[in-house]
């Protein structure tokens, strides 16, 4: 039973305006700041224009479209198209009200205990902090009982451009109904968007599969999305979450018990991933072994969708 609240329903005030973190606000959303320093008679106006949209469901059709920047990654060649992030800049107001969705939203999540505790990506009170602590406690767990520990760190592929649709039922389990998920079907259905280059656009696409990447939203829904995958984890075994990147460990005075527990997890998480439309990242994928014993011992090899997961 999932604790209900007016608020998930009720029109925002003023106060659920006024409490966005300007400081927050990147440089695409300069806009914000004019948005800020209306007059008050201005600010009533938009308050009562966003009110209606959430009390309607009527989303409007400009707030579907963004414009993409793509965003070369460091130390990467910028004459691959794939290492570029796709950035994706929209209407400065459906911003001020995502994030007015959003708070209702991670408000909700956080109540009901749905996200897992195991997940430390943009949460309050979280960090990757909390990882390295239990990762290194862990290993010298293992150490201190003359043990083997061997991890499995993956990262996942073109995280937000490869689900859509099922993060819709997602909400719906999560016991979420009436306005907030009918908005967020909006905000995700018909999207198009231009890719900008300098001064130069491209044609209008429409975004079949994916979410804005650089909203807000996107990033709680992607952290909804993700959530279910701690379940493929078998009894025993650890793991831990940041956003998309995760890591799976055994330890054992025996090689091939954690090969065994390992490979079981693996299997599970490549299903998993078909279920859910994610793909892990080859190149990204890999098992270390931790380990102060200094007789010969053979490597665990695993495999993962049948390609050996690299030991470093």
Known sequence: MFYQSKRLI????????????????????GR??????LPNDAQLTLLNILNNVWASGKFPTSWCTSTVIPVPKPGKDTSDPSNYRPIALTSCICKVMERMINSRLVWYLERNKIISPMQC???????????????????????AQRQHAVGVFFDLEKA????????????????????????????????????????????????????PQGSILS???FGLKINSLVKAIFPGVECS???????????SKHIHIIKHHLQQCLN??????????FK?????????????????????????????????
């Open 280 to 312: 892990f990242s080859p190149s990204k994928t890999v098992c270390i072994h931790f380990c102060k014993l200094h007789k010969p011992h053979p490597e665990s090899i695993l495999l993962l969708n049948g390609t050996p997961v690299p030991v470093v």
């Open 241 to 251: 979450l940041y956003v998309d990147n995760f890591l799976i460990c055994y330890r």
């Open 32 to 37: 914000f700041l004019l948005l800020k320093h």
């Open 160 to 211: 937000y451009g490869t689900w859509k649709f099922g993060i819709l039922r997602d909400l719906h389990n999560a016991g979420l109904r009436g306005r907030l998920p009918l908005f967020i079907e909006s905000f995700l259905k018909n999207r198009q968007f231009y890719v900008r280059l300098g001064s130069s656009y491209s044609d209008l696409f429409n975004q079949e599969m994916g979410v």
């Open 121 to 143: 990506g943009f949460r309050k009170q979280r960090s990757t902090t909390d990882h390295l602590v239990r990762l290194e406690s862990f290993v010298r767990e293992a150490f």
């Open 10 to 29: 009720t029109v925002y005030t003023v106060s659920d305006f006024f409490s966005l973190d300007v400081r927050k606000v990147t440089v695409a959303e």
């Open 219 to 221: 990033v709680t829904l």
């Open 268 to 277: 599970k998480l490549a299903d998993w991933a078909d279920t859910n439309g």
